[in-house]
């Protein structure tokens, strides 16, 4: 199993890649895309959210809390006065790091449904349907954040199956083989088809997919990426002029 590190680096490192095409392509603000990057980090973390006694899942569940808090505070800051707010924030808090932490630490086992695919299609369109009905986000804006969160989410499962598998080992296929990237639970049938229920219902909350169905699909998406792979002329023009301090002589 894959550790705390490398679940971070390997949604890092996907999720900016993806997050580096949209920046290419022009088609979405620069500060929007560095909010689907830290949606999609986030998401690379989720699936362990079933080990609380883990100390990056503590430090996560409170960061979580505290940006999720401001993220309200943000939202309604034009409409409540400072105390309501900060009521607000606290609620917000609370209800997270501790109500929800406790509700996953008493029914969770980990590599149980929260370590599932579905899971992950669940949390991406729950991400997709509260920042286009809560937070005011254009159905693309909005598929994009659950998109990219659900990114993260599926890059955990692989690199879990990934280490599963022992190339140098007297036994190529660990025992935990299969219980990473799992479709759901033979075990917890109840749960497997509620979980499947959600994700329908779910479904049926967020917005249209088909703006972003064709802004995936149009190619003056990535038509930025396709005309700026290599530099025409010289690498890396006026950089270090931009870097090199003025007052340095010769410069």
């Not at 190339?167 to 990473?180: C, D, H, I, M, V």
Request: with cysteine; net charge positive.
């Amino acid at each position: 199993m894959a550790d705390f590190n490398t679940h971070l680096m390997g949604a890092a490192a996907v999720c900016g890649l993806a997050a580096t095409v949209l920046v290419m392509g022009g088609a979405v603000p620069h500060q929007a895309v560095i909010g689907y990057f830290a949606l999609g980090v986030t998401g690379g973390l989720l699936p362990d959210i079933d080990l609380p006694t883990s100390v990056p899942v503590r430090i996560g569940f409170a960061t979580l809390a505290v940006m999720a808090g401001f993220l309200v505070v943000f939202t309604f800051g034009g409409r409540y006065s400072l105390v309501e707010l900060i009521i607000l924030w606290l609620g917000c808090f609370l209800l997270i790091r501790y109500g929800l932490f406790a509700l996953l630490d008493r029914f969770t086992v980990h590599r149980g449904l929260v370590h599932t695919v579905p899971m992950g299609v669940g949390l991406g369109l729950t991400t997709t349907a509260l920042a286009f009905h809560v937070f005011g986000a254009s159905a693309i804006h909005a598929w994009l954040c659950g998109a990219f969160l659900a990114l993260g989410f599926i890059v955990h499962l692989l690199l879990d199956e990934f280490y599963s598998v022992d190339l140098f080992g007297k036994k190529l296929l660990k025992s935990s083989f299969g219980t990473a990237l799992s479709l759901g639970s033979l075990n917890q049938p109840i749960g497997t088809a509620a979980l499947y229920l959600a994700v329908a219902g779910l479904f049926v909350l967020c917005p249209s997919p088909k703006p972003f169905a064709d802004f995936v699909l149009d190619r003056d998406t990535y038509r930025g990426v396709t005309q700026r792979l290599v530099p025409r002329d010289t690498w890396f023009p006026g950089f270090l002029r931009r870097v090199t301090p003025s007052g340095l002589p010769g410069w």
